[in-house]
């Protein structure tokens, strides 16, 4: 059963262009959630998704920041205009809505250097 | 809040020392607590996890951690170190099905 997997593995922009992340969670995983650490820092949470609907998006640091999971599969995370202080790796996880635990698992992160 | 402290940001052991890597939280309530390591390149990979019952949790590649409700702690022990044991190490804590609040992690040096 293939993991979560992210694209791209890393990106390097110019402050005030767009990019967009990608995250395919395990297939099946009603849940699916984005983090981000920026360099020196702990991960932090973003936002949850169940299927298509946004269940928390408390973390989400300002409105140049856009996630989308349409279908409930796979899930966007657009930065428009991109900030130096966006720089991070930012990780996808999915976990089912069932079981003990919900444990997360995560996918290798996207490395985002913005110039 | 939650918030979660991990107060060695590194360690370096022996190879076939133990380990024990610190973590406390603070929670109103019984929290899930997680260990995750992070190799080079990896995604975060789950250690082990508490969230009733017996307070010594057993998890893979001989990690074990222990709850501690009296010290809000759950730190994570091995007793022999291996050279590829050497990565970043993460505590968590979670309401069921919410998001994951993490320490600052751990990194991890072993010398031969």
Request: glycine share 10%; with cysteine; aromatic share 12%.
């Amino acid at each position: 059963e293939a993991g979560v997997t992210q694209f791209p593995s890393h990106s390097v922009i110019e402050k005030g262009q767009t990019v967009t992340l990608r995250c395919d969670p395990i297939s099946g995983h009603d849940n699916l959630y984005w983090y981000r650490r920026v360099m020196g820092k702990e991960i932090k949470f973003l936002l949850h998704f169940v299927k298509e609907s946004k269940q928390d998006e408390s973390g989400m640091p300002n409105n140049r920041f856009l996630a989308e999971r349409t279908g409930g599969t796979y899930s966007t995370l657009k930065v428009q205009p991109a900030e130096l202080e966006d720089s991070g790796v930012y990780f996808c996880a999915s976990s089912t809505i069932e079981g003990v635990g919900n444990e997360q698992f995560f996918g290798p992160g996207t490395r985002l250097t913005v110039l | 809040a939650q918030s979660v402290t991990q107060p060695d940001i590194h360690i370096t052991v022996s190879e076939g020392a133990s380990l024990e890597l610190r973590c406390n939280y603070s929670y109103g309530a019984t929290p899930y607590l997680f260990w995750y390591v992070q190799s080079p390149g990896q995604g975060l990979q789950l250690l082990l996890k508490y969230f009733s019952g017996d307070t010594l949790v057993q998890g893979i590649k001989g990690f074990e951690a222990e709850f501690k409700r009296s010290q809000s702690s759950f730190n994570l022990r091995k007793p022999s170190v291996h050279w590829s044991d050497a990565a970043e190490y993460f505590c968590a804590v979670s309401r069921r099905g919410n998001k994951l609040v993490f320490g600052a992690g751990t990194i991890l040096r072993v010398k031969s």
